[in-house]
Nanobody, 120 residues
Framework: QVHLVESGGDSVQAGGSLKLSCAAP????????MAWYRQAPGKERELVST???????TYADSVKGRFTISTDLRMGILYLQMDRLRTEDTAVYYC??????????????RGQGTQVTVSS
């Protein structure tokens, strides 16, 4: 049973900040790592950022320098700090992870998502 629960989505003005959280106690130590995806209306799902248990991170070019992924291993929480938000960051944000991952499906489990709306 997938148990990934996102929170923190909100409506903000461009230039503002939000911090998303994902309760992921069963996933945080997985060798698959964890990720944040987003999907805007009419657009394909986009991989925003990933983090490995080693602490290694990756970011999409569109968010590099503005977003920061992190984990609280003790609490089992995945975070996404989003600064200098732009209207194009508007999307539903999903956290993702897995216990049995492949190159084709690196993060097979996903939460229900949290809405982020950025207005100009």
């Amino acid at each position: 049973q997938v148990h990934l629960v996102e929170s923190g989505g909100d409506s903000v003005q461009a230039g503002g900040s939000l911090k998303l959280s994902c309760a992921a106690p069963g996933y945080i130590f997985s060798n698959c790592g964890m990720a944040w995806y987003r999907q805007a209306p009419g657009k394909e799902r986009e991989l925003v950022s990933t983090i490995r248990i080693t602490g290694a991170t990756t970011y999409a070019d569109s968010v590099k320098g503005r977003f920061t992924i992190s984990t609280d291993l003790r609490m089992g929480i995945l975070y996404l700090q989003m600064d200098r938000l732009r209207t194009e960051d508007t999307a539903v944000y999903y956290c993702a992870g897995g216990h049995y991952c492949t190159a084709e499906n690196p993060f097979p489990d996903r939460g229900q998502g949290t809405q982020v709306t950025v207005s100009s």
